[in-house]
T-cell receptor, first 109, second 118 residues
Framework: QKEVEQNSGPLSVPEGAIASLNCTYSDRGSQSFFWYRQYSGKSPELIMFIYSNGDKEDGRFTAQLNKASQYVSLLIRDSQPSDSATYLCAVNYGQNFVFGPGTRLSVLP | ETGVTQTPRHLVMGMTNKKSLKCEQHLGHNAMYWYKQSAKKPLELMFVYNFKEQTENNSVPSRFSPECPNSSHLFLHLHTLQPEDSALYLC?????????????????FGPGTRLTVL
């Protein structure tokens, strides 16, 4: 059973703080890792993807991948109320694309 | 609005009805997917098509029947559904699957169809 786990939250952070979202996965053979943001009532939209160990930065977002620990995270710097959403971690397992349950983030003004 | 469209956006149907969901992608992608998203549950992959050929069927009940006439269009035919099938049905597309059939490309989602089965 391929699994992707996330803390369901809610994770509450004050505006301007760093939000840290974590994800673990069960299959060491996974090669591609994705973070999606989903606003209530909307479809998921891609934020970042990462394939290699280490950090990948894009604006206020940083994805971190540690394949040895089977761990991928997303950091959001200078969090804004508009970042309040559910963040989905997704991992590819061959043809299968497995999503975690999502972490609900609330950025408080 | 993304390059993936879905119709209808909302659908209410009885358990004896037959209906179809439609998805169209304008991104030139070759792989398309159907997902189910229920309340309080993770996204569940239902079907994968690559170059119009079905490559994955995640043990989905036969009351869900996919059809992919070409790389741009994907349908999900519904018949004799159950109330527990009520969910958001999302279509997605990606550039391709790799030689091993792995989905390593970014997937782009449509807005979804909110289905209610009475």
């Amino acid at each position: 059973q391929k699994e992707v786990e996330q803390n369901s939250g809610p994770l509450s952070v004050p505006e301007g703080a760093i939000a840290s979202l974590n994800c673990t996965y069960s299959d060491r053979g996974s090669q591609s890792f994705f973070w999606y943001r989903q606003y209530s009532g909307k479809s998921p939209e891609l934020i970042m993807f990462i394939y290699s160990n280490g950090d990948k930065e894009d604006g206020r977002f940083t994805a971190q991948l540690n394949k040895a620990s089977q761990y991928v995270s997303l950091l959001i710097r200078d969090s804004q109320p508009s970042d309040s959403a559910t963040y989905l971690c997704a991992v590819n397992y061959g043809q299968n694309f497995v999503f975690g349950p999502g972490t609900r983030l609330s950025v408080l003004p | 609005e993304t390059g993936v469209t879905q119709t209808p956006r909302h659908l209410v149907m009885g358990m004896t009805n037959k209906k179809s969901l439609k998805c169209e992608q304008h991104l030139g992608h070759n792989a398309m997917y159907w997902y189910k998203q229920s309340a309080k549950k993770p996204l569940e992959l239902m079907f994968v098509y690559n170059f119009k050929e079905q490559t994955e069927n995640n043990s989905v009940p036969s009351r869900f029947s996919p059809e992919c006439p070409n790389s741009s269009h994907l349908f999900l035919h519904l018949h004799t559904l159950q109330p527990e099938d009520s969910a958001l049905y999302l279509c997605a597309s990606s550039q391709d699957l790799d030689l091993l059939g792995a989905s390593t490309d970014t997937q782009y989602f449509g807005p979804g169809t909110r289905l209610t089965v009475l």
